[in-house]
């Protein structure tokens, strides 16, 4: 058992176990959407975890595995007492045979011990520095995607300013269309109103002119008639005989 000696304790300290418990709560990954190599960073974390769980699982087998041997010389010890008592005889021996028994288990648990710890160890140690530059490598990441999110929530917002900029403006120029577009509209209809006007001006004058026509043609037709006749006239005159 000499060689046992630097091998700590089978039992870890309650520091230890409430560091760990401590650790295990205030030290999990924040989860985020908006990076996939976050999610993969949680994962592979989990695997690493999940390692480290069953090495500890493994402990708890062979602790348990010694739990069991202590009480078997629990139960011996028992038994002794038992014998003792019905019996009072080879009391020596028998404690002689029952503290060698004793020796031999613990000497057994410091070997299941000792072997377990030995071939986790480095596996234990890897696994927490593992876990320890993820943290590490997780937390520089979180500072880095803060300043994204603070970065694009800045230019997001600056986008927001000017899009109300540019609504309001858009508004502004829009009423003013809309009073421009009031005033071209009533300004077309006066002209439709005067158009409308000189049409009938147009048509009144239009009817005036062939009633005037007419009244040509009329009178035109008039004075034909009294050329004939006066043609007519004129030869009747030249054909009589002279008086």
Not at 18 to 25: F, Q, V
Not at 158 to 176: C, F, H, P, V, W
Request: no cysteine.
């Amino acid at each position: 058992m000499a060689e046992n000696e630097n091998i700590p304790s089978i039992k870890p300290d309650q520091d230890d176990v409430a560091s760990y418990r401590r650790s295990g709560r205030s030290e999990a990954p924040k989860q985020s959407n908006f990076n996939g190599m976050l999610v993969f960073v949680i994962v592979l974390m989990a695997i690493m975890m999940g390692v480290g769980g069953y090495t500890i699982y493994e402990l708890q087998e062979r602790l348990a595995r010694s739990d069991e041997l202590l009480e078997q010389s629990k139960e011996n010890i028992r038994q002794l007492d038992s014998r003792l008592a019905a019996t009072g005889t080879d009391v020596s021996k028998t404690f002689q045979d029952l503290k060698a028994q004793v020796e031999t288990n613990f000497s057994e648990i410091d070997k299941l011990w000792a072997v377990s710890y030995r071939q986790n160890r480095p596996d234990i140690q890897k696994n927490v520095r593992a876990i320890a530059e993820l943290k590490d490598d997780l937390g520089g990441k979180m500072i880095t995607m803060d300043a994204s999110v603070k970065q694009m929530t800045g230019q997001y917002q600056s986008m927001l300013n000017e899009l109300t900029t540019l609504r309001e403006g858009l508004l502004q120029d829009n009423e003013e269309l809309i009073t421009e577009i009031a005033l071209l509209r009533g300004q077309v209809q006066d002209q439709a109103v005067a158009q409308e006007a000189e049409k009938r001006n147009l048509n009144t004058l239009t009817r005036e002119m062939k009633e005037t026509q007419e009244a040509i043609d009329s009178i035109d037709q008039y004075r034909l008639q009294i050329n004939q006749r006066l043609i007519e006239l004129q030869n009747q005159i030249q054909g009589s005989p002279s008086l």
